[in-house]
């Protein structure tokens, strides 16, 4: 680790600074709250081991520190953006596809960031433009929606229930009023706090089965999913298909965290460790996550809003976040408790998370200024949205492209292919 010459003058601990042990202890924590309910609400989602997720994304962390020279403050967890293609992939193959696509994923950071040192990434910009990202989040939001309604009205027999409804919708009002409410600690995790209100309003419907919680062990490994242990080998050229396009949409969110982080550090990441190094400890990140079997994993803004508000923005703190999640992952008791969550009080998190994702593409494209007089612009966004919330699926023998992937595609080549103005435009 090389230690800097320069240090901000406006923040409680510097990137190189190392806090005391109980004050080391408590700052990782409060990032491990910060980081949890979305970590672990992705794999309760797609139907992977809680457990595994929070091992994953601690292990990431620690590959995505070490790998840029402990020069950045970042914690990566759980990747929403890949939920569709997951929950896809485990209702048609199971766990062997959803690691593959992770693993595939990475190997897509770290081919661009081989790339990017190569030739630099202005191409990255004109690949994905704001016209084709904004379409894109707002598809990644949008087209889980039916999942957030299905989980809020139908019980386990799949009959409509008025207790769920209820459940569902207490859920998402206290989420709301914490988000909108609180302040301090307490307002970094609104989303860990609604999680826990809707648990105890279930429990109080008789909604929840403890019993796996009362059996459940202490101590506990992870049920690891180890591709050539765990399964035997064999290639899933859908999984690959369907997961790698995606990896292209969270790249510029990679890139837009980063931005942020240069302002709150006073740094230039895009120049040292640069942005190809940045990209290659996201994806070798995604290779460790897909391996274990836990989800792809990301660059939390979460944990960002923590550092700002914190001013601490040391990477032995969120190096200590990510030791308190692998520890945390071999608690069987943890991993049964988050289990037993059941799927009403996940529907009341999701209408507001999903929501917010699609807001967020609407944001890009606000921020940007997109001109949707254009027709160029009305077309990308139009195409993409009906194909990726409407699930047109592309399939020529095991090759296939669905939703999400084939909505990005689309995207891409239309951004690229038609002309800026239509000739019914121009003067």
């Not at 191409?123 to 299905?150: E, F, H, K």
Request: hydrophobic fraction near 50%; aromatic fraction near 10%.
């Amino acid at each position: 680790m090389e230690k800097e010459t320069f240090r901000n003058p406006d923040v409680v601990l510097d990137i190189q600074d190392k806090p005391k042990p109980l004050e080391w202890f408590g700052l990782s924590l409060q990032h491990l709250f910060t980081m949890f309910g979305a970590t672990v609400l992705v794999p309760i989602l797609v139907g992977i081991n809680p457990s595994i997720a929070l091992m994953s994304s601690g292990l990431g962390t620690l590959v995505y520190i070490f790998t840029t020279g402990a020069k950045i403050p970042a914690y990566l967890g759980s990747s929403f953006a890949f939920i569709p293609a997951m929950q896809m992939l485990m209702k048609t193959h199971g766990y062997p596809a959803v690691a593959q696509g992770a693993m595939t994923t990475g190997l897509v950071y770290v081919i661009v960031s081989l790339i990017i040192k190569k030739s630099g990434s202005d191409w990255i910009n004109r690949l994905l433009p704001p016209i084709v990202v904004g379409p894109v989040v707002m598809v990644i939001g949008l087209g889980l929606a039916a999942n957030a309604a299905n989980n809020a009205m139908f019980d386990g027999n799949g009959d409509y229930s008025p207790k769920f409804i209820a459940v569902a919708l207490l859920t998402l009002c206290l989420t709301i009023i914490f988000n909108m409410f609180l302040t301090g600690f307490p307002g970094l995790i609104p989303i860990l706090l609604g999680i826990v209100s809707g648990y105890l309003i279930a429990l109080a419907f008789g909604i929840v089965d403890t019993e796996p919680i009362k059996q459940a062990a202490w101590l506990a490994k992870p049920d690891f999913q180890v591709p050539f242990i765990n399964y035997s080998p064999k290639l899933y050229i859908g999984a690959i298909t369907t997961m790698a396009p995606i990896a292209f949409v969270t790249m510029t969110e990679h890139i837009g965290h980063i931005t942020v982080l240069n302002k709150l550090t006073k740094r230039n990441f895009f120049e040292d460790p640069g942005l190809s190094r940045t990209i290659l400890g996201d994806g070798l990140a995604q290779l460790v996550a897909g391996f274990v079997g836990g989800p792809p994993v990301t660059s939390y803004g979460e944990n960002i809003g923590v550092l700002a508000i914190t001013r601490v923005h040391s990477v032995f703190v969120l190096s200590g976040a990510a030791v308190l999640a692998i520890v945390l992952s071999f608690v069987g008791k943890i991993s049964a408790l988050i289990l037993s969550i059941p799927s009403p009080v996940i529907a009341g998190i999701s209408f507001l998370l999903f929501g917010v994702i699609a807001s967020s593409g609407l944001k890009i494209l606000i921020d940007n200024q997109i001109d949707f007089d254009k027709k160029r612009n009305l077309i990308i966004a139009s195409v993409i949205l009906v194909i990726g919330i409407g699930g047109l699926v592309f399939k020529v023998g095991v090759f296939e492209l669905s939703g999400m992937a084939l909505a990005t595609l689309f995207g891409i080549i239309l951004n690229l292919v038609l002309p800026e103005q239509a000739r019914s435009e121009q003067a």
